[in-house]
């Protein structure tokens, strides 16, 4: 067990994480879920949202048992190797407000970082605006980062708040096994199920949940953050992270090139729009609210699922602003970018910048 723990925090861990995570992205599309979109936290957070009716975009509504097993795998992960720690920190309504904008500005792109670079290695030109923005919002959290920016230190908690997220989860699971999809219908019970569109593909259940539980498992012992891999490059010039994530890039490739699912161009991508500008906004978006929570969508559930409340917090901020995204049209479609999407991410942006500057430690 020892060798196995030292071995995620080597060089090869995490290339055979990243690795992992993209041969398993691209053969989930292979099995059913929507193109350049094995994974897609932000947009399976949006289909959770809509799942459980905080929104009404009929395509996008599916209990997506890859987010459950994020969290679970995680969890299993940290109680396996005794590192599940209760803990919360300071400021949760900015780490709530942080997860919305970052749910609208990844919405507004149409992918979370880890779509970003899934779509590039499914040949979409248009991801490359999009990871040009991610890096560049992180980019901006550093400076907020090297001027004493942070949201307060942790502290250890009652094990039952670290619990509450995975409850959740298994919550979630409990609620798609009552009430199962039925064909043709777009409601079972108290659920919304998507009868076209996005929401309507997707991997066999089980298939899906076991490679959640697998990619929470390793992400767990890694620490692979996408987010975390541009911060630490920049910052730090350290590329352990980074070679994780081009590790994902790069396999997801070969097996999208195998399976016939790389498809290079610009134009009429799957889940993708050309409106470049706004592509990069939404990720300058995202990376910035990524920077200031301290990791990506996918990091924070791995996080939650170890007993990270502030995680936890900045979870249920993404799935709620998903919500406000398809009410209130900011989310984007293969058409554009919504008729409110725009204003959102200016809003987003001064949000953002609001919170850098004025919470910051002056004597750091």
Known sequence: MSQLKNFFATKWGIIGVGAFIGVFAALLQKWGNPGNMGICVACFNRDIAGAVGL?????????????????????????SFKEFRARVGSAPIVRF????????????????????????????????????????????????LKNGYNLGRTTKTY?????????????????MLVYPQIDGKPQSGILFYSVEGPGAMHAPLIVALLVGLAVGFLAQRSRFCTMGAFRDFLLFRQNHLLLGLISLVVFAFIVNLIVGQFHPGFAKQPVAHTMHLWNFGGMTLAGLAFALAGGCPGRQLFLAGEGDGDAAVFVLGMIVGAGFSHNFGMASSPNGVGPHGIAAV??????????????RNKSA
């Open 55 to 79: 929104h009404r975009a009929a395509v996008v509504q599916y209990m997506r048992p890859e987010i459950i097993g994020f969290v679970l795998g995680s969890l299993i992960a940290a109680y």
């Open 97 to 144: 407000i942080l997860g919305a904008f970052a749910m609208i500005g990844a919405l507004v792109f149409l992918g979370c970082p880890w779509r970003a670079v899934l779509r590039l290695a499914g040949g979409d030109g248009n991801a490359i605006l999009g990871i040009a923005g991610l890096i560049f919002g992180i980019w901006i959290g550093t400076l907020f």
């Open 346 to 359: 200016v809003i987003g942006l001064l949000t953002c910048l609001f919170i850098g500057f004025t919470m």
């Open 159 to 175: 094990t039952s708040v670290g619990w509450l997220l995975p409850i959740v989860m298994l919550g979630f699971l409990a609620l």
